[in-house]
C-alpha cells in the first residue's frame, strides 16, 4: 500500500526558532520554516519534519544518527560550535565524551536545545 510513498519522519521541539539556529548554524544542516515548522535538509534527499509542541517532552533515545568518518574530528569541531556531550550509566565514554566497545561503532551522543538526543558516530 505504501511501498511507493515518499514518508518522512518527524519529532518535536519546544521552540521552532531556537531548533533551526541550532540544526541550521550549529550542526550546519539546511533548513526552512513553513507554517511554523522546521524542514530539516538531510543529505541524500532525506527530509525531517520538526515541529513545536507547547507541552514538549524530549525523546529517552536517539533520534536522529550522524554518521561520519572521523569522530575524534567531529567531536572536537562540534565541542568549538558550543556542542557539550552526554554521559549515561553503563556507558564507559573518554574525556571528550565518545563511547568504544565491542558493541557497535565509536559514538558520542548531545542534545538540542529541547532535550531531544542526537548521535555522531563514526562508521569507518
Known sequence: MFGNTQAFSGFAVK????????YGETLGLK??????MLTLHLAGGRD?????????????????????DDIEKSVDELGRRGVRFE???GFD???????????GP?????????GNVLSVLQTK
Open 15 to 22: 521552540d521552532v526558532v531556537a531548533a533551526q539556529k541550532f
Open 31 to 36: 533548513t526552512d520554516v513553513s507554517d511554523g
Open 48 to 68: 525531517v519534519l520538526v515541529y513545536p509542541k507547547d507541552n514538549h517532552t524530549p525523546a529517552t533515545y536517539t533520534i536522529l544518527n550522524f554518521p561520519v
Open 87 to 89: 554521559r549515561y550509566d
Open 93 to 103: 565514554a573518554d574525556a571528550k565524551g565518545i563511547v568504544r566497545s565491542d558493541m
Open 106 to 114: 565509536p559514538i558520542a551522543w548531545f542534545t538540542d536545545p529541547s
